[in-house]
């Protein structure tokens, strides 16, 4: 460890514990869990302190936080250790960056990569665990820039004709994609054995699956809502008796990736129907022929109830079919992405109640 580390004790979290708590607790480009691609009781640590929500210091002149990307640091990783309480020990900033500390190991920020120390010097070969811009409630097709499109295009040819030969950790092009060690930590395991041994069965919707401890109570949530929703819903009615499958834990990699699955720590779910009314991954829609799959009209991809994505966001969970590489049967438990897509849907003058006025630009 290099550096003095010097503790910033006035980290402005206070909106991220509120908004996660009440809220009972994406749009990557890069994401490309599949279909079928899921928490032991975590033992409660010291938390972060909260401070009051105006924090001059924040993005002052000067100051660490200076610029508009550190100041966003600052709140992603609030967010973090608040959605996470009972594992995140600690935050602190080492020199120039934030760090966190789970089981008296840190973890680097490193603009989202979440590094421990000994994989720093080689920070630029690693992806970033995705703390991006998800929008809440109902969908739209998102413009793209002609750099994004190149991107998927990219990523599609090198996931269809470049596999990960198994135990390769330097794919052709330099590409490691995230580093497993900080949700490793997180969801308490490495290996397959230890995973299979922690995950915890249940029946969701009657249907038998096994998932990770700590999403069994929000799951209990997100089924009374949508139980209750079905009483009045015909078309909701129909969706649930349509599932075949709720498939949960699976231990792999993302396909054609070295990256392992949320599935893996059993975070994550898919609910897989017995028949798809339109396309139902983006992998199959390219497969078919269709190069540009991120435009296929949401009209021609397999429709979720908006009740049922509701459920699952109010609970901390981010839908797959709003990502660019649609995956539409995917909910992944993200709570520090619904916390900051709570916060930025904020109306304004309810931000600055909550935020500083710096803070408050910050999310918009």
Known sequence: ?????????????????????????????????GP????????????????PPDDPEAVAPGSVLDTRSRALDTLHVSMLAA??????????????????LMDDRWFFWEEGRLLPEEARPERSSYTALHFYNYQLGAHELPELTEAQRA?????????????????????????????????????????ALDADRAMQRIRFLNIATRVHPAIVEPLRRVEAEIREGM??????????????????????????????????YGTAIDLLPRRYDGFGYWRWARDSGVTNWWEIPLENRFRIPQAVIDAFEANGFVWGGKWASFDPVHFEYRPEVIASARARALPAVEARAVYSPAEATLLR
């Open 1 to 33: 460890m290099t550096g003095r580390p010097r503790i910033r004790r006035n980290l402005v979290i206070t909106v991220s514990v509120m908004l996660i708590a009440g809220a009972g607790l994406g749009f990557p480009l890069f994401h490309g869990s």
């Open 36 to 51: 079928s691609d899921p928490e032991p009781d975590l033992p409660p640590v010291s938390t972060v302190t909260p401070s």
């Open 83 to 100: 959605a996470y309480p009972d594992r995140i020990q600690e935050i602190r900033r080492f020199e120039d960056e934030w760090a966190l």
């Open 151 to 191: 991107a998927l295009r990219d990523y599609g040819d090198r996931l269809a004709g470049r596999p990960v030969p198994p135990g390769d950790s330097v794919p052709s092009g330099g590409y490691r994609g995230r580093h497993p060690d900080f949700l490793d930590a997180l969801w308490g395991f490495s290996r």
């Open 231 to 264: 009483q009045g819903d015909p078309e909701l009615r129909a969706f649930v008796q349509n599932i075949l499958m709720v498939s949960g834990f699976f231990w792999r990699e993302v396909p054609g990736t070295n990256v392992r699955s949320f599935h893996a």
